[in-house]
């Protein structure tokens, strides 16, 4: 047709979201979505959701439609500020608030705002594809730290700190991590706090699942720890509300969340104003606290039907797994010597989609035996359904 | 506190943007809003807004609610694209369309998928500081090129072009200026369009005012002649529905489309579902056409009540005007030896809040004597009352 075009070099190296393009792949009919990170539609607040808008829609239309502040919707921020103090312990004076579109901008706007093209950004190894590839997206270089059954090996990170001189910040997501399912201790998040001031690095805390914990006792977050200002919290409604309205936040020192502020006018000036006042009407005006615990229950029974199936099926084929506590993620094992990339295709050719392991690596051709499974997606039916054949695949590659 | 801290190159510059400033300033009660872009809340259809939205969270909550695909409601996508070709004759094979959330993220990734840092975007002078800050965070150098009655200098163009070997791509708002109300002759769109494909240079032509205009004759869109593949569009339903709810959209070749896609799943993942749905059923299920016919005689009816107390308050100082067709802006020359920003303080402190001319120029020391003011914002009453103010403001200070 035309002239070729010359992109920018940030974008060179940078694919669709491998996760993504399975998610287009599998919402074609007829596939075991597995590969998803939906949660459950039955854990939506549908009634309530429904009331909420009508209501707005009925008294305060304008309020819904016009053009409002970058920094988002004031009530939801004021009480977003209270309520994690009271429930999290989150509450320093230097600190502010943002709304953002979904905790995924607050990876991008942080990145921004922070790091040159070329600085590092100290990672879990495996972590989340969506923050890998915002990072990515900033010219960043990535260093990966081994995530053992208690979080991330401290070892491991201060090696990396230490030959990392252009690191920026260490991302950690401390609760039910994506894709290891593995949880933080609190000992590992206090030492992490050290290491982080010791040598003056920023931490980025993810937390979507932290209201998600169907068993174990909760553990403080980084953030709730923070006198020193270099915790930046990201929050998120996606898996407590619903990811659709695409509303997340983020708590960090003032100084910090100014930045975002600028940064965030300029990449879509402000997020969707409806989704935000529905996220602030549900948390006062309903009961949140039972419909967390109501979810936690939602999302115990698919975990816990899916271990019991993966015993059942795959543990006998030599694939282990790790037990998560919360979150909508089972990080599976398979034994040395089968090649998980055919075992991950054979199961979709059998329209069981899983997440290839290497998706979450710092480099998509670094060795991994895992793969990701997801039970929030899937019906019930689809749990047993898919892992009688994620079953059968095993015993065929598995001598 | 704490640790000072140390942030990107790329936002060292970069200012909150003036008029979003001036907004937050402007909200406070007693002021009136001239400086504001706001759409006139009478122009939103609430109504059917309500009704949609309720027939939607009644009916299919979980696709209001539930992650949907970066590349935006498919059905939305559908009908924009037919839309276009039918009303607008954008209809090319190569193309594609995403929604974005707002149009100024077409701003953002396109900058993001298509600038390396040091790269030149070459623009109106003045033109919208939006779109300005946006490119200014990809460290683009902006080179301004003059605005004359009928769009912008051609000469100044060719020479911008030829002086700048590192400009990339030509951002223009053809229709009803922001800042400035001009709009760009049937003429200099071809001729700008032909420089473009001479120097192998893309066009991004942004048109969120399109549908408002309310006198003189639609002239076709640069994108409408764009066999070559050279021009990215932009539109918005900020002006024609609300801007509150966040939806734009962006015709381009697949191939840029495609990048665009990426950089997107990296910043947001996708735009606020509701929103969109919102979109597309009134396109289709209401009476679309008339919708903006109607809200032309609304913007009409401000515009020309504001030339008229500019006519009988402001030119007896000494102060011009442009004209507008369309759009939401008017703007205005001080006689020289007036300082402009003495007359916008002034303003201010009488309660009238307009745009100072530099807040739209390539430097903010660009000097200028002229401001913006908008007529779709504030109230009849407001309007007459604040140019009474303004007038009072002018006789003072300009001998």
Redesign the interface.
Known sequence: ???S???????MG????AI?EI??FT?MPGYIPFA????A?EA?P?EA??EI??KL??MH??????????EGYAPLREHLKDYMKRKHNIDR??DNIII???A??V??LST??????GDTIICENPSFI?SL??F??FEINLAGVDVEADGMSIEVLENQIKSNQKA?FIYTIPNFQNPSGVTMSLEKRKKLYDLAKQY?L?ILEDNPYGDIRFSGENIPSIKSFDE???VIYAGSF?KVL?????VGYCIA?A??I??L???K???????????QIICHEFMTNYDYEGHLSKNCKIYAKKANLMMDLIDKYLLPAGITYTRPEGGLFIWCKLPDGVDMLEFCNAAVEQKVAVVPGNAFTMKDTDPTQCFRVNFSTPTDEQLVQGMEILGEVANKLIK
């Open positions: 047709m035309h002239m075009y010359k992109f920018a070099d940030r974008v940078l694919k669709p979201s993504r998610l287009k919402s998803a990170g939906n949660p539609p939506f549908i959701v429904n808008s009508a829609l009925n239309p304008v309020d819904a439609l016009q053009y409002s502040i970058t004076e230097f953002t579109s979904g995924q901008q990876m991008n921004m705002a922070l790091c040159n093209p969506g590839n915002a990515r997206s920026r003056g920023l020193d200002g270099i996606s619903a990811p659709g309205i695409r020192p100084e910090i100014a930045k502020v600028v940064c006018q300029t990449s879509d000036v402000h997020s969707n104003i409806w989704g």
